[in-house]
């Protein structure tokens, strides 16, 4: 039993009695005498802000987004049903930010008809076109018809800085597509736009990751008068094209999009005090996150995605750079972000175990007042939550959609009630704890438990036996005989299929992504209360949640 004297908002000491960390085998009865964590039943001071609407969302590479969402002639109603499950539990379809490398690499082609996206080799276009051998991709007035085949959803729509900022090309390709994006995006679609991708980076040139961009100097004034310059026309081709969108409550952009940590050339602090948001259109503060690299030394499932000290680190990183922005009052969003950087690794990032890294990191910036997640996709993107059409891979609901599932149900429904999360500090790395607060009581508990357990263990003589630690939760004023049970269950922290939440598959396979409920898995568990204590299990390599109302 994990046992620990912990209070949240009581003034109650940390004492820890003791718990197997699972390295041979969690069984977890190792302080059986302790004291449980004491919750308490109002919200404590350490409790995040409010959760905004739509917090669970995603962003989508731009160049394989009509893969995501198809064309008003053959709309991708899997990828509509996996939102609409989110949607379902959070109260809002997840908000979808359309942008990234592409974005920056892309062409509008008006007689392209045939195809939504069209991939240009390198060197194709002469150096009065394209620069520097840069690589670029071609879009059609199709393209913008994926944008209408998700009801209720609203999108963040990427205009290309990369290239309109060195040749002519790009530039007058950026204004030919404003018509088409804000015509595609009316009725409610657009939430706002973005104005270049990474740009922090584009004098550089890394493998596998976004070419170069910039040559001659490129520092913080620079950027911002390339971005005033072109934010300021695109205003203008709107306020013709569609005047509704030109105004000072509906024109607004998400910026400026770094990659954090960023670099010495371009700084967060130096890009606002030479005015980026000088014209009052940057409406959400955007940085981009990764918890590591497919490149890095020394990357594994449990060092690296199943360690809530890893999370905590790499939110800490995203909220320092904020901070020199805290007392602008803008609110602050992840609006690209995903477990290891350029696509994934197989192995890793497409296992049950990305699943519970989903879940907690989703929940730890809840808890830590970042105002919405965006999980990156892209076709055959190994950390997909989703494959959305046969490619290289087949149409597929991956481990992490289940875990941004588990999220979307601990946080709830943002738009009918106030929600709050705080974090439960636990001692070890692989175990991660919250409380969510609904109208200010305590409504859910939920444990993680990263402890890692391979399915596909070649030699189970050897490998130590699942653990199954307890967790005792104490909760003063709680009056309730019973509270219910929905476990995040599979075989194993590497298993990549025989998932389920709450004894339901999203798999694609059985109904398009529609939740089914399956025969084989428990579901509808209830514990007992005594004397306002709570005792749940939580077996290695799985997450739980505790409804108490």
């Given at each position: 039993?994990?046992?620990?004297?912990?209070?949240?908002?009581?003034?109650?000491?940390?004492?820890?009695?003791?718990?197997?960390?699972?390295?041979?085998?969690?069984?977890?009865?190792?302080?059986?005498?302790?004291?449980?964590?004491?919750?308490?039943?109002?919200?404590?001071?350490?409790?995040?802000?409010?959760?905004?609407?739509?917090?669970?969302?995603?962003?989508?590479?731009?160049?394989?987004?009509?893969?995501?969402?198809?064309?008003?002639?053959?709309?991708?109603v899997?990828?509509?049903?996996?939102?609409?499950?989110?949607?379902?539990?959070?109260?809002?379809?997840?908000?979808?930010?359309?942008?990234?490398?592409?974005?920056?690499?892309?062409?509008?082609?008006?007689?392209?008809?045939?195809t939504?996206?069209?991939?240009?080799?390198?060197?194709?276009?002469?150096?009065?076109?394209?620069?520097?051998?840069?690589h670029?991709?071609?879009?059609?007035?199709?393209?913008?018809?994926?944008?209408?085949?998700?009801?209720?959803?609203?999108?963040?729509?990427?205009?290309?800085l990369?290239?309109?900022?060195?040749?002519?090309?790009?530039?007058?390709s950026?204004?030919?597509?404003?018509?088409v994006?804000?015509?595609?995006?009316?009725?409610?679609?657009?939430l706002?736009?973005?104005?270049?991708?990474?740009?922090?980076?584009?004098?550089?040139s890394?493998?596998?990751?976004?070419?170069?961009l910039?040559?001659?100097?490129?520092?913080?004034?620079?950027?911002?008068?390339?971005?005033?310059?072109?934010?300021?026309?695109?205003?203008?081709?709107?306020?013709?094209?569609?005047?509704?969108?030109?105004?000072?409550?509906?024109?607004?952009?998400?910026?400026?999009?770094?990659?954090?940590?960023?670099?010495?050339?371009?700084?967060?602090?130096?890009?606002?005090?030479?005015?980026?948001?000088?014209?009052?259109?940057?409406?959400?503060?955007?940085?981009?996150?990764?918890?590591?690299?497919?490149?890095?030394?020394?990357?594994s499932?449990?060092?690296?995605?199943?360690?809530?000290?890893?999370?905590?680190?790499?939110?800490?990183?995203?909220?320092d750079?904020?901070?020199?922005l805290?007392?602008?009052?803008?609110?602050?969003?992840?609006?690209?972000?995903?477990?290891?950087?350029?696509?994934?690794?197989?192995?890793?990032?497409?296992?049950?175990?990305?699943?519970?890294?989903?879940?907690?990191?989703?929940?730890?910036?809840?808890?830590?007042?970042?105002?919405?997640?965006?999980?990156?996709?892209?076709?055959?993107?190994?950390?997909?939550?989703?494959?959305?059409?046969?490619?290289?891979?087949?149409?597929?609901?991956?481990?992490?959609?289940?875990?941004?599932?588990?999220?979307?149900?601990?946080?709830g429904?943002?738009?009918?009630?106030?929600?709050?999360?705080?974090?439960?500090?636990?001692?070890?790395?692989?175990?991660?704890?919250?409380?969510?607060?609904?109208?200010?009581?305590?409504?859910?508990?939920?444990?993680?438990?990263?402890?890692?357990?391979?399915?596909?263990?070649?030699?189970?003589?050897?490998?130590?036996?699942?653990?199954?630690?307890?967790?005792?939760?104490?909760?003063?004023?709680?009056?309730?005989?019973?509270?219910?049970?929905?476990?995040?269950?599979?075989?194993?922290?590497?298993?990549?299929?025989?998932?389920?939440?709450?004894?339901?598959?999203?798999?694609?396979?059985?109904?398009?992504?529609?939740?089914?409920?399956?025969?084989?898995?428990?579901?509808?568990?209830?514990?007992?209360?005594?004397?306002?204590?709570?005792?749940?299990?939580?077996?290695?390599?799985?997450?739980?949640?505790?409804?108490?109302?």
């Open positions: 039993m994990v046992a620990i004297a912990l209070a949240i908002g009581l003034g109650v000491g940390l004492t820890r009695t003791g718990r197997n960390s699972g390295s041979t085998g969690s069984s977890g009865v190792n302080g059986s005498s302790g004291s449980p964590i004491i919750i308490s039943n109002v919200i404590p001071p350490t409790a995040s802000q409010p959760i905004p609407e739509a917090f669970i969302s995603f962003a989508i590479d731009f160049g394989h987004f009509p893969d995501f969402a198809g064309n008003l002639s053959v709309p991708n899997y990828s509509n049903n996996l939102l609409n499950n989110i949607g379902n539990l959070t109260g809002t379809k997840p908000y979808i930010r359309v942008g990234g490398t592409s974005a920056d690499e892309a062409l509008y082609n008006v007689s392209l008809q045939t939504a996206v069209n991939r240009i080799s390198r060197y194709t276009y002469s150096a009065d076109l394209l620069p520097h051998g840069i670029s991709i071609e879009i059609g007035d199709i393209f913008f018809e994926s944008y209408g085949t998700w009801p209720d959803t609203k999108y963040i729509h990427a205009f290309s990369g290239l309109a900022g060195i040749c002519a090309a790009g530039w007058s950026l204004f030919a597509t404003v018509p994006a804000c015509q595609a995006l009316g009725d409610g679609k657009l706002w736009w973005e104005y270049g991708n990474e740009p922090d980076l584009y004098s550089n890394n493998p596998g990751g976004p070419q170069q910039r040559w001659g100097p490129w520092g913080d004034s620079e950027y911002v008068s390339q971005w005033q310059n072109g934010t300021r026309q695109i205003r203008d081709v709107l306020a013709q094209a569609c005047p509704d969108m030109a105004t000072a409550n509906a024109y607004g952009y998400i910026a400026p999009s770094f990659w954090i940590p960023n670099n010495d050339e371009l700084t967060v602090m130096g890009t606002f005090n030479s005015g980026i948001n000088a014209d009052n259109d940057i409406k959400l503060i955007s940085f981009h996150n990764y918890i590591a690299s497919t490149s890095d030394p020394g990357i499932l449990q060092g690296t995605l199943l360690n809530h000290t890893n999370t905590m680190q790499s939110i800490a990183q995203q909220l750079q904020y901070n020199f805290v007392n602008t009052s803008i609110p602050f969003i992840i609006s690209e972000t995903n477990s290891l950087s350029d696509v994934g690794t197989p192995g890793i990032s497409d296992t049950f175990g990305a699943a519970l890294w989903t879940m907690d990191y989703n929940l730890w910036s809840a808890s830590q007042n970042i105002s919405r997640v965006h999980m990156q996709q892209g076709t055959n993107f190994f950390y997909n939550a989703w494959q959305p059409i046969r490619s290289n891979l087949d149409i597929a609901t991956k481990p992490p959609y289940y875990g941004s599932i588990a999220a979307a149900a601990m946080l429904d943002s738009t009918a009630s106030e929600i709050k999360i705080a974090n439960i500090p636990l001692p070890s790395y692989t175990e991660a704890a919250y409380a969510t607060y609904v109208n200010g009581k305590l409504a859910r508990i939920a444990v993680i438990n990263m402890q890692g357990y391979n399915a596909t263990e070649s030699d189970l003589q050897t490998q130590p036996p699942r653990g199954q630690p307890s967790y005792m939760f104490s909760i003063p004023e709680f009056t309730s005989t019973s509270v219910g049970v929905r476990r995040l269950m599979a075989n194993g922290s590497d298993s990549v299929t025989g998932i389920s939440f709450d004894g339901y598959s999203y798999a694609y396979e059985l109904q398009q992504g529609v939740p089914v409920l399956l025969r084989n898995v428990t579901r509808g568990e209830t514990i007992v209360v005594s004397n306002g204590t709570v005792t749940v299990q939580v077996m290695d390599s799985s997450a739980v949640i505790l409804d108490l109302t």
